[in-house]
């Protein structure tokens, strides 16, 4: 273990305790603050390790790295918006892989203490990772922030040339390994660096959140691979465990949008196809509609009441009416829960957050497996901005593309409220045949102005 | 054994670790837990800074600057990825809390 002694290696081992246990905190709300703050304890005792067994630290340029480092991020955080997260995240995303590239490129430039056969390999993957991860989230933030068109980039031959270059990137990678030759490094680094942004410009709008959390996974391996060119156990350990929930997060946004990694990974879904359904879809079948007072009335007469909330509430910023529309509602009586889709939002998690920015508390909102069972005793649910995700299509439609994808169970409520600017269909392009049902009742308009408008006339 | 060998079962079992702590995240913190996994993952500042300390005395060379550009890039996950989740975390509340 170069650099680092005995006590060293145990400090950091204490450091990587300490980030276990901060992700142990995300267990509930209660535990998560104090969670967090064992991760802030655990980063310090890493650096502080890290500049206490430091041979020859250049002090100044740690100092200005750090402390621009510090200002950069710390105003970033305070700044940034809640329906921002998605994008901030990539963008982290985007430097872990950026600083993982570097810190490998420095140690092959670098004049003294070549690396040896062993870490070559390992340079190799993390920066081959990192490249990956840097230029992927770099367009995946720019999708996410609408910089870029979301819609899915094709062309015919695509994975072929993805594969092409994939294997160059392997060829490069290995004959820097077997030689030594820093040219052949810098050019897998580039390599991978195109093909990340080929790897995700096919990926649409629809499916970043799987992308986002992919990211997450492939930041993770990237820092345990330079871990391992170092032989330092809280890189491997912080990488395995960073690398690991993103794997997880990735399998959970795919389940409940009823894809597999492989179809959102070759991309294209969202675009055309979905157009053309919309087109097809649009029946001409009746609805039932009615005005915010009349969804007013049925929601003041109800026992219980289940809010679906969806990515189109957060879109017209009605999270803070509708929290306090539900205080209203309590107050009167009713008994007042919020359902969450897990693709609610446009993150894992999304949805919640944008809730609890509204101080809507945790303890009213309910996951899918959690309420699904809470919707055949409901007076009434209102959707608001969501609609894939209450259509019932997935669970009795064979023929339906969605069929099979894990939904909140609205129609089984006596009666449905949906809040919606018009007909037209959601992501997945299709038409919803709960909004067609006799106990259905279409309120449209803009989810903000129904639920003000509701408010209003409360009294 | 080499050095290597033990990076290697270090992370297995860590990959294990991960996995299992990951599940027992609830659902409704899973964008902290992902800002929180941004700060985490700054822990590669590590390597940045072993990288600029190693080297000899006289002008920086460009492998120094490189190392300190990565810290730089770290060092925006570690103060915005902590930061941006205690903010988050702030929010969640229970009935009757505030």
């Given amino acids: 273990m170069p650099a680092a002694g005995s006590m060293a290696f145990l400090a950091y081992l204490g450091g990587a ?20 703050w064992l991760g802030m304890i655990g980063m310090g005792v890493a650096v502080g390790t890290t500049l206490l067994v430091a041979q020859r630290p250049a002090w100044a340029l740690l ?34 892989g950026l600083a993982a590239v570097l810190i490998a490129a420095a140690i092959v430039l670098r004049p003294h203490d070549a690396p040896t056969t062993a870490q070559r390999i390992e340079l190799f993957l993390g920066a081959a990772i990192g490249a990956v991860t840097f230029s992927a989230s770099v367009i995946a933030w720019a999708k996410l922030s609408a910089k870029l068109s979301g819609k899915p980039l094709a062309f015919a031959g695509q994975h072929w040339l993805n594969l092409l270059l994939a294997l160059t990137v392997l ?12 040219p052949f490094f810098m050019a897998m680094v580039a390599l991978a660096t195109l093909l ?25 391996w990237a820092a345990a691979g330079i871990g391992f060119s170092l032989d330092n156990p809280i890189l491997i350990i912080a990488g395995a465990c960073v690398g690991a929930s993103g794997a997880i997060l990735s399998m959970i946004m795919c389940r409940a949008m009823n894809r597999s990694l492989v179809s959102v990974l070759l991309g294209g879904f969202g675009a055309a196809q979905g157009e053309a359904a919309t087109a097809a879809g649009a029946s001409q079948r009746p609805v039932k509609s009615g005005s915010p007072e009349d969804a007013l009335f049925l929601l003041k007469n109800a026992e219980r009441v289940i809010v679906v909330p969806g990515y189109g509430l957060a879109v017209s910023r ?18 007042v829960k919020y359902a969450i889709h897990p693709v609610a939002g446009r993150m894992p998690g999304h949805m919640n957050v944008l809730l609890a920015e509204a101080e809507v508390p945790y303890d009213q909102v309910f996951e899918q497996e959690e309420i699904n069972n809470d919707f055949a005793q409901t007076d009434v649910v209102i959707v608001l901005g969501a609609n894939d995700v209450v259509n019932p ?29 018009s007909m037209a269909a959601g992501y997945a392009g299709l038409d919803n045949d709960l909004f067609y049902l006799d106990k259905t009742m279409m309120v449209f308009g803009d989810a903000k102005k129904v639920i003000e408008e509701m408010v209003k006339n409360f009294h | 054994m080499e050095p290597w060998v033990v990076n290697v079962a270090i992370f297995v079992l860590a990959v294990f670790v991960g996995d299992h702590v990951i599940r027992g995240v609830t659902p409704a913190l899973h964008t902290p837990l992902m800002s929180l996994t941004n700060a985490l993952s700054g822990i590669i ?34 103060f915005g990825g902590f930061l941006v989740t205690q903010r988050m975390l702030a929010m969640y509340k229970k009935r009757g809390e505030r």
């Fill in chain 1, 393 to 421: 299509a997935a669970r009795n439609n064979p023929e339906s593309p969605i069929y099979g994808m894990p939904i909140l169970e609205a129609h089984r409520a006596r009666t449905v409220i949906v809040v919606k600017r």
């Fill in chain 1, 318 to 335: 009605a999270q803070h009416a509708l929290q306090e529309f539900a205080e209203l509602l309590r107050a009167g009586g009713v008994d």
């Fill in chain 1, 196 to 220: 990340g942004i080929l790897l995700i410009m096919p990926i649409g709008g629809a499916d970043m959140p799987v992308v986002v959390s992919l990211l997450n996974s492939y930041s993770g």
């Fill in chain 1, 17 to 36: 305790v300490l980030f276990i246990l901060a992700l142990k905190g995300l267990t509930t709300p209660a535990t998560s603050r104090r969670g967090n």
């Fill in chain 1, 171 to 182: 060829g490069c990678g290995v004959t820097y390994w077997l030689t030594d030759s820093a």
């Fill in chain 2, 45 to 78: 500042i590590v390597g940045a800074l072993l990288e600029i300390a190693s080297v000899e005395g006289g002008d920086l060379p460009l492998s120094a600057w490189l190392a300190a550009l990565a810290a730089l890039a770290a060092a925006i996950n570690i």
């Fill in chain 1, 63 to 96: 100092a200005v790295a750090l402390a621009a480092g510090a200002v950069i991020g710390t105003g970033v955080a305070r700044r940034v918006q809640m329906t921002q997260m998605p994008e901030l995240v990539a963008a982290m995303h985007a430097l872990v």
